[in-house]
């Protein structure tokens, strides 16, 4: 962000619910008088009634997204470039698919493409009234009593590292502070209950294709950068998304996991920073790596050397063309290892 603001205003915000982001006040408190001896009475969110203020929170994806537009009416006052990771992704999409007025450009760092599972109310309002609960405070018991089972092992110390390891592609990057930032999180008192309701939110009214589509129709721009090396969203997902949207800017980076602007920063601010240059330039200035503005039909692969801490860091960079296509693709890497068998010209 420091990087990012020497040409822009630049702002970052966690979702309710998430981050420090989390309720202030219990929900859904516990009848202490009913039970004194739970050990649950340090935690929030429990009980069988929600408070009023609580009544009507339900932890969804569209929460999020009315969140996000509300921030850019209310706090920046002016249309932006959204840039989300993961689940930050899908919503980036679904901002720009509601309100297109207010977004320039989205960015989508490994994109999360789905998100909630049960039904949502105003697509399936009969199914939904199956699961009146989903995303609430408070939720059933016999689904807290799950859910409480899968976050003792989430919010384990040495399972949140174990799951960092897995998703850094770099294992030299230092990921100390998300960690500490992770397990400071786990601590709140409303943090298992947020948990809860999260992992039973609803779907959205728009699905990430539905977004996407959207987007498309109303001509927002749209980059993908993606970490290669991702072993939850894979690039095959950002692929998918290339043929969906083939005018939109796909990079990928190697070595680079599920979490490309923190393992190398360095060369996703570059890339952004470009992106969006060339787009407030309507296209005349080229697109990162891209020495020449004929390029942007192609694929290449470069090598983007910069410094961390007075040593060298090499990564590979792949550009994929408007010509890109999964055939392609796959083509192109079949030839390689029978290019070097000498079974193909």
Not at 110 to 131: D, E, I, Q, V
Not at 180 to 193: G, L, M
Not at 328 to 338: A, G, M
Request: negative net charge; hydrophobic residues 40%; charged residues 25%.
């Amino acid at each position: 962000m420091k990087d990012l603001g020497r040409s822009f205003r630049v702002w970052s915000l966690d979702f309710l619910g998430q981050g420090k982001s989390l309720p202030v006040e219990d929900p859904a408190p516990l009848l202490k008088e009913f039970n004194p001896s739970d050990q649950k009475d340090e935690t929030w969110g429990f009980g069988e009634k929600a408070e009023p203020w609580a009544e009507e929170l339900v932890y969804s994806v569209d929460l999020w997204r009315e969140q996000v537009q509300y921030f850019i009416e209310e706090v920046i006052g002016e249309p932006v470039y959204v840039v989300g990771n993961s689940l930050g992704g899908y919503v980036a999409t679904y901002v720009a698919a509601c309100n297109p007025e207010l977004v320039k450009g989205v960015t989508l760092l490994n994109a999360t493409p789905f998100w909630g599972f049960l039904p949502n109310p105003s697509k399936s309002p009969l199914l939904a009234r199956m699961f009146p609960w989903a995303g609430t405070f408070p939720l059933p018991t016999n689904v807290t009593k799950i859910m409480d089972i899968i976050w003792q092992k989430m919010s384990d110390p040495e399972n949140i590292a174990k799951l960092l390891r897995q998703v850094y592609a770099d294992h030299s990057t230092d990921v100390y502070k998300v960690f500490s930032k992770i397990v400071e999180t786990t601590e709140h008192p409303a943090a298992a209950a947020a948990f809860a309701s999260i992992m039973c939110a609803p779907a959205g009214e728009l699905s990430f294709d539905e977004s996407l589509s959207r987007c498309r129709e109303n001509n927002v721009p749209v980059c993908l950068v993606y970490g290669k090396e991702d072993p939850w969203v894979k690039p095959m997902w950002g692929q998918q998304v290339k043929k969906k949207l083939p005018e939109a800017t796909y990079y990928e980076i190697s070595p680079a996991g599920h979490c490309p602007h923190d393992e190398v920063p360095e060369v996703v601010n570059y890339i952004l920073h470009g992106w969006i240059k060339s787009q407030e330039s309507k296209g005349s200035i080229t697109l990162p790596l891209l020495d020449d503005p004929e390029a942007v039909q192609y694929d290449l692969t470069k090598d983007v050397e910069f410094d961390r801490e007075g040593s060298k860091k090499l990564v590979k960079v792949r550009f994929f063309g408007s010509q890109f296509s999964l055939w392609n693709l796959i083509r192109s890497q079949i030839k390689v290892p029978l290019q070097n068998l000498g079974l193909i010209g």
